[in-house]
């Protein structure tokens, strides 16, 4: 495993999933630690650096929408950690209440391993589109915190879909980003987002048949390549 892995904290009482969360993320490359409450929790933040929490809702001594609330109000780096809460409390309600304590997305128990790993991935792409301001690639320059495009300082015209898909490319510029993960990241399902990708082609392309700075990646998906 590299050292520079996303490190991943899982606060869980729950011994058993605890352990399978562990295998299961550091199978799929991801440097984890683990508590059982959030007291071990805040011990473990104040001595290492986490690039995300997954987080059980319910736990003795102190919830987790408790602890979401503390990291939110301390200063500091753990303020800015990505939070995936973690329930089988489901209700409309309860996700209302996880997003106001800070939490940045909301799974239900019982889930499937490969949706956690998507939301994961989600979440820590958004992470690195919040620290990267701007992209550059041929004539074109992505504002990533606005959404905008520029040809040669000129706006160009992006719908909504496509701008959120082209942060979600624009996070890890290089690196191919499957359909499913897209679909995560941009709210495009299935086959919308190969439409976005075409029609992205279009304004970006100057043969979209041919295309450079877009690209098909068979077998991975669509890579953004930039300058």
Not at 140 to 157: A, P, S, V, Y
Not at 160 to 175: D, Y
Not at 177 to 196: H, P, W
Request: glycine content about 8%; cysteine-free.
């Amino acid at each position: 495993m590299m050292d520079n892995a996303p490190h991943i904290l899982v606060v869980d009482d729950d011994a058993r999933l605890l352990s399978l969360l562990r295998r299961y993320l550091m199978d799929n490359s991801f440097r984890v630690s683990t508590a059982t409450n959030a007291e071990i929790a805040r011990n473990k933040m104040s001595g290492f650096s986490f690039d995300l929490v997954v987080l059980d809702r319910m736990m003795p001594g102190g919830d987790g929408l408790d602890l979401a609330k503390r990291l939110r109000a301390v200063a500091g780096a753990s303020r800015e950690i990505p939070i995936l809460m973690l329930t089988a409390m489901g209700d409309a309600e309860d996700r209302i209440a996880g997003l106001e304590a800070g939490v940045d997305d909301y799974l239900s128990k019982p889930f499937e391993p490969r949706e956690l790993l998507l939301r994961i991935d989600a979440i820590l792409r958004r992470a690195k589109i919040e620290k990267l301001k701007e992209l550059h690639f041929g004539r074109f320059t992505f504002d990533i915190e606005r959404g905008e495009l520029l040809k040669d300082g000129q706006i160009i015209n992006l719908t909504s879909g496509e701008s959120l898909l082209l942060k979600s490319l624009a996070a890890t510029p290089g690196v191919p980003v499957s359909r499913d993960d897209l679909s995560v990241t941009s709210g495009n399902q299935g086959r919308a987002v190969d439409v976005q990708i075409t029609r992205l082609r279009r304004k970006i392309e100057d043969d979209p048949k041919l295309p450079r700075h877009l690209q098909t990646v068979r077998g991975e998906g669509y890579v953004l390549w930039a300058d």
